[in-house]
């Protein structure tokens, strides 16, 4: 199966679109989104083209920290801001989603993800992506893990941190386990992973790398 991952969008529906047409070129059979798809925080604007655009490509997701309020009990401002096909389509995200062995969530696994303080970083001053991993190692048994969040490409697997960082494909060897962070989309950034071959292929969708 390949999965193309998106993360981090927050509205960027322009960035979006050139990441769906790699993916449509990388022969994708499914699109996930792993959280912040929208952002609840900032002008609407861009929200209703990037869930129609997943919408249209069968996307599943999870909910994030900027659109957890979009995703669970929807405040009446939240209400007013966004349509409602926007929001119909974000009530689809889930905690956290499981296709082909992969797990996928906004955060690592040992948090709580219907905690909207937990969905937060507080300590980003003090990040730590190896002890997240590992309390991530701890909480699933799956051996493919993939978070957004944090805005970068990073890897580890049980017996240390990769030497990765996006700029290549990523090989996973079937019985070892990984922990990856995937950059967002607002970041021109985007992923195939095939889970048959093991191959995690990072892909560019800035301005200047998508030729329709």
């Known amino acids: 199966m390949r999965l193309g991952i998106v993360t981090d969008i927050h509205n960027d529906h322009v960035t979006l679109a050139r990441a769906l047409t790699l993916f449509r070129t990388h022969d994708v059979d499914q699109v996930?989104?792993?959280?912040?798809?929208?952002?609840?925080?900032?002008?609407?604007?861009?929200a209703d083209e990037v869930t129609a655009l997943l919408s249209n490509c069968g996307a599943m997701g999870v909910w994030g920290n900027h659109d957890f309020h979009l995703c669970r009990a929807i405040s009446d401002l939240c209400r007013d801001r966004f349509a409602s096909a926007t929001l119909d389509f974000m009530q689809q995200m889930r905690p956290h989603l499981e296709l082909d062995g992969c797990y996928f969530s906004h955060k690592d696994a040992s948090?709580?993800?219907?905690?909207?303080?937990?969905?937060?970083?507080?300590?980003?001053?003090?990040?730590?992506?190896?002890?997240?991993?590992?309390?991530g190692f701890a909480a699933v048994p799956n051996h493919r893990q993939f978070i957004g969040h944090y805005h970068r490409f990073w890897a580890t697997s049980e017996t240390g941190p990769l030497e990765w960082n996006g700029s290549d494909a990523l090989i996973m060897r079937p019985r070892e386990r990984y922990f990856v962070v995937i950059a967002g989309v607002l970041q021109g950034k985007c992923a195939v992973f095939d889970t048959f071959s093991g191959v995690l292929q990072p892909l560019d969708c800035g301005l200047q790398q998508v030729v329709e």
């Open 32 to 46: 996930v989104t792993i959280g912040d798809t929208c952002d609840a925080f900032a002008p609407p604007d861009g």
């Open 111 to 135: 948090i709580d993800p219907h905690d909207v303080e937990q969905l937060w970083s507080f300590d980003d001053d003090s990040l730590d992506l190896r002890s997240r991993a590992a309390a």
